[in-house]
Structures are given as C-alpha cells and as structure tokens.
C-alpha cells in the first residue's frame, strides 16, 4: 500500500469517526438513517478547499458539548458528562485528531451545549506537502 491510499485510509478512518459521533450525539436513530428517514437531530458532512487546504466539516444537531469539559475532549478515554449513555470509548477523537496531525492537519470544533456541534478537519494539499518537503 502506497502513502496514497494509507492517507485515503486514514483520512476515511477520522472523518469516519466524527460522522458516528455526530449520528450517536444527534441521536439519530441508525435504521432510520438507513431508511432515509432523520429522527430528531442532523449530521452535515461538507467538504471545501481553503488557502491550500482540504477542510472537511462534520456538524450535528446534538447535544453539544459543556463548555466546562471542552480543554479536555481530545484526551484519551474522556467522555463528556452529557454523553455517557452513548455508546463510545473515548478514543475516536484522540485517534482523528492523531491522523490529521501526522498528515500535517488539524481536527478543531466549535460547540454549543444543547445546540451541536461542527468539527472540521484540515489537511494541507498535496502540491503543499510537496512545496514544504
């Protein structure tokens, strides 16, 4: 496998990653997704470039994240408060926010408790990675 498709792999893995947490945090219902039918929340997944960058955006209808517990979200095995009766280990974000970084990327959000929250992947181009190297 070439760094073409582990990137592609990785890249998969993350946003894969943010856009199950944006399902469960919305609570979307999995059958109902796959029927086409929402429940009560919303997940978006919107892809753009900006300044020599991919910027992958995950946002969702959920139940956001208390300011309180934000420093902390990207820590191995931490669970917000509001969010222990969904299912979860509390690696997914430790594990993307890894992929983005060893990509040259970065994983941040923005929140509102009760409201949802967007994370957004940035990854530099190719035509950047190579100007640098």
Do not use: C, Y
């Not at 960058?53 to 208390?66: K, M």
């Not at 060893?102 to 181009?125: I, Q």
């Amino acid at each position: 496998m070439g760094p073409a498709e582990t990137f592609r792999d990785q890249l998969d893995a993350a946003t894969s990653t943010l856009a199950a947490a944006g399902v469960e945090s919305a609570g979307v219902d999995a059958e109902w997704l796959l029927a086409g039918l929402l429940g009560v929340g919303r997940v978006e997944v919107r892809l753009r470039l900006a300044a020599g960058r991919a910027v992958v955006e995950i946002a969702d209808t959920g139940i956001g994240i208390p300011a309180a517990e934000r420093e902390h979200l990207f820590q191995r095995f931490f669970r917000t408060s509001n969010a222990q009766t969904i299912k979860g280990t509390g690696l997914g974000l430790t594990v993307a926010k890894a992929i983005a970084e060893g990509h040259g990327g970065s994983v941040s959000f923005e929140s509102t408790e009760g409201v949802g929250t967007t994370f957004r992947v940035e990854l530099p181009l190719l035509d950047e990675l190579e100007q640098a190297a």
